[in-house]
């Protein structure tokens, strides 16, 4: 079965940092391009950046930017994104996803097949 495990969110004063991770399994990691998006209370579920399995390029919301910073362990099959200077913005619940292929980056939600459970990131001010 696929699987992504998120995990690594939690509570954080605002400059502060966060790395969250997401576990893989159960399907060809190199093969699929894998993003993380967020969904802070009342508002859609957003884009934050992707990784492109094809080529290793990477993608990052205009408000994450220069921040926030998005690898992958082949090894472990896990990606990670690293969370600096974290504000209170950042808040929300942060979920793993799954891209259908691996050729281009794609932001919209469903060019997204599977998704982790999601893991909290809490900023205060």
């Known amino acids: 079965d696929v699987q992504l495990q998120a995990s690594g969110g939690g509570w954080v004063q605002a400059g502060g940092s966060l790395r969250v991770s997401c576990a893989a399994s159960?399907?060809?990691?190199?093969?699929?391009?894998i993003a993380w998006f967020r969904q802070a209370p009342g508002k859609e579920r957003e884009v934050v950046s992707c990784?492109?399995?094809?080529?290793?390029?990477?993608y990052y919301a205009d408000s994450v930017k220069g921040r926030f910073t998005i690898s992958r362990d082949n090894a472990k099959n896990t990606v990670y994104l690293q969370m600096n200077s974290l504000k209170p913005d950042d808040t929300a619940v942060y979920y793993c996803?799954?891209?259908?292929?691996?050729?281009?980056?794609?932001?919209?939600?469903?060019?997204?097949?599977?998704w982790g459970q999601g893991t909290l990131v809490t900023v205060s001010a």
């Open positions: 159960g399907f060809n990691f190199n093969g699929h391009n």
């Open positions: 990784f492109n399995s094809g080529d290793d390029s990477t």
């Open positions: 996803a799954r891209g259908t292929s691996y050729y281009n980056i794609d932001t919209t939600r469903g060019a997204y097949d599977y």
